[in-house]
Protein backbone atom coordinates (compact mmCIF):
# COMPACT_ATOMS: atom_id res chain seq x y z
CA UNK A 1 0.00 0.00 0.00
CA UNK A 2 0.85 3.93 -0.68
CA UNK A 3 -0.01 6.34 2.11
CA UNK A 4 -0.17 10.05 0.05
CA UNK A 5 -0.12 13.08 2.49
CA UNK A 6 -0.25 16.66 1.37
CA UNK A 7 -0.10 20.28 2.90
CA UNK A 8 0.80 23.59 1.56
CA UNK A 9 -3.46 24.28 0.92
CA UNK A 10 -5.09 27.88 2.26
CA UNK A 11 -6.60 31.23 1.79
CA UNK A 12 -4.67 33.42 -0.41
CA UNK A 13 -6.01 36.21 -2.53
CA UNK A 14 -5.62 36.75 -6.28
CA UNK A 15 -2.14 37.08 -7.78
CA UNK A 16 -0.91 35.11 -4.69
CA UNK A 17 0.79 32.20 -5.07
CA UNK A 18 1.02 28.78 -2.89
CA UNK A 19 3.37 25.91 -2.82
CA UNK A 20 1.80 22.32 -2.50
CA UNK A 21 3.63 19.26 -1.13
CA UNK A 22 2.80 15.61 -1.38
CA UNK A 23 4.99 12.62 0.21
CA UNK A 24 4.43 8.88 -0.65
CA UNK A 25 5.51 6.41 1.41
CA UNK A 26 4.62 2.44 1.99
CA UNK A 27 5.81 -0.60 0.23
CA UNK A 28 7.41 1.17 -2.58
CA UNK A 29 8.85 -0.19 -5.14
CA UNK A 30 8.85 2.38 -7.96
CA UNK A 31 6.66 5.34 -8.59
CA UNK A 32 5.86 5.83 -12.40
CA UNK A 33 3.73 8.99 -11.98
CA UNK A 34 2.91 11.72 -9.62
CA UNK A 35 0.55 14.11 -10.23
CA UNK A 36 -1.97 17.23 -9.17
CA UNK A 37 -5.78 16.54 -10.07
CA UNK A 38 -8.18 19.64 -8.16
CA UNK A 39 -12.58 19.16 -8.11
CA UNK A 40 -14.32 22.21 -7.56
CA UNK A 41 -17.67 22.58 -6.10
CA UNK A 42 -20.21 21.11 -8.61
CA UNK A 43 -17.32 19.99 -10.93
CA UNK A 44 -15.65 16.28 -12.05
CA UNK A 45 -12.24 15.94 -10.67
CA UNK A 46 -9.87 17.23 -13.25
CA UNK A 47 -5.54 16.32 -13.79
CA UNK A 48 -4.27 19.68 -13.39
CA UNK A 49 0.03 18.83 -13.46
CA UNK A 50 1.88 14.94 -13.85
CA UNK A 51 5.64 14.34 -13.92
CA UNK A 52 6.51 11.01 -14.89
CA UNK A 53 10.34 8.85 -13.46
CA UNK A 54 11.68 10.27 -16.53
CA UNK A 55 10.88 13.49 -15.28
CA UNK A 56 8.75 14.60 -18.43
CA UNK A 57 5.50 16.67 -17.70
CA UNK A 58 2.49 17.84 -18.63
CA UNK A 59 0.65 20.59 -17.23
CA UNK A 60 -3.43 21.41 -18.71
CA UNK A 61 -3.81 24.32 -20.49
CA UNK A 62 -5.89 26.41 -18.03
CA UNK A 63 -2.41 26.86 -15.61
CA UNK A 64 0.18 26.66 -18.39
CA UNK A 65 2.43 29.60 -17.58
CA UNK A 66 1.30 30.13 -13.79
CA UNK A 67 1.90 25.99 -12.13
CA UNK A 68 4.78 24.59 -12.05
CA UNK A 69 5.44 20.56 -11.17
CA UNK A 70 8.19 18.96 -10.02
CA UNK A 71 9.43 15.68 -7.91
CA UNK A 72 11.93 14.72 -5.56
CA UNK A 73 12.65 10.98 -6.51
CA UNK A 74 15.02 10.36 -3.75
CA UNK A 75 11.66 11.96 -1.00
CA UNK A 76 8.93 10.50 -2.85
CA UNK A 77 7.77 14.01 -3.02
CA UNK A 78 6.14 15.70 -5.35
CA UNK A 79 5.41 20.19 -5.54
CA UNK A 80 2.89 22.12 -7.56
CA UNK A 81 4.07 25.50 -7.35
CA UNK A 82 1.09 28.21 -7.82
CA UNK A 83 1.63 31.33 -8.92
CA UNK A 84 -0.87 34.26 -10.28
CA UNK A 85 -3.49 32.31 -8.60
CA UNK A 86 -7.25 32.88 -9.83
CA UNK A 87 -10.48 32.78 -7.80
CA UNK A 88 -11.43 29.61 -10.38
CA UNK A 89 -8.26 27.86 -9.10
CA UNK A 90 -10.15 27.22 -5.73
CA UNK A 91 -10.44 23.75 -5.26
CA UNK A 92 -9.38 20.54 -3.40
CA UNK A 93 -6.39 19.53 -5.00
CA UNK A 94 -5.85 15.65 -4.31
CA UNK A 95 -1.96 13.71 -5.03
CA UNK A 96 -2.33 11.23 -6.75
CA UNK A 97 0.65 8.18 -7.85
CA UNK A 98 0.97 5.84 -10.14
CA UNK A 99 3.26 3.23 -8.32
CA UNK A 100 4.53 -0.17 -8.31
CA UNK A 101 4.63 -1.85 -4.80
CA UNK A 102 4.85 -5.32 -3.33
CA UNK A 103 2.94 -7.65 -0.64
CA UNK A 104 2.58 -10.52 0.17
CA UNK A 105 1.21 -11.89 -3.12
CA UNK A 106 3.68 -10.40 -5.02
CA UNK A 107 4.01 -6.82 -7.20
CA UNK A 108 1.17 -4.69 -8.24
CA UNK A 109 0.53 -1.11 -10.59
CA UNK A 110 -2.46 0.79 -8.95
CA UNK A 111 -3.47 4.32 -8.50
CA UNK A 112 -2.90 5.87 -5.22
CA UNK A 113 -4.48 8.63 -3.73
CA UNK A 114 -4.36 11.40 -0.91
CA UNK A 115 -6.79 12.94 1.06
CA UNK A 116 -6.62 16.33 -0.41
CA UNK A 117 -5.78 19.87 0.53
CA UNK A 118 -8.36 23.12 0.20
CA UNK A 119 -7.10 25.78 -2.25
CA UNK A 120 -9.15 28.52 -1.71
CA UNK A 121 -8.54 31.95 -3.58
CA UNK A 122 -10.43 35.33 -3.22
CA UNK A 123 -10.79 37.66 -5.08
Known amino acids: QVQLVESGGGLVQAGGSLRLSCVAS????????MGWYRQAPGKQRELVAVVRSSGTTNVVDSVKGRFTISRDNAKNTVYLQMNSLKPEDTAVYYCNANALTYHSMGTRVADYWGQGTQVTVSS
Open 26 to 33: GSILKINA
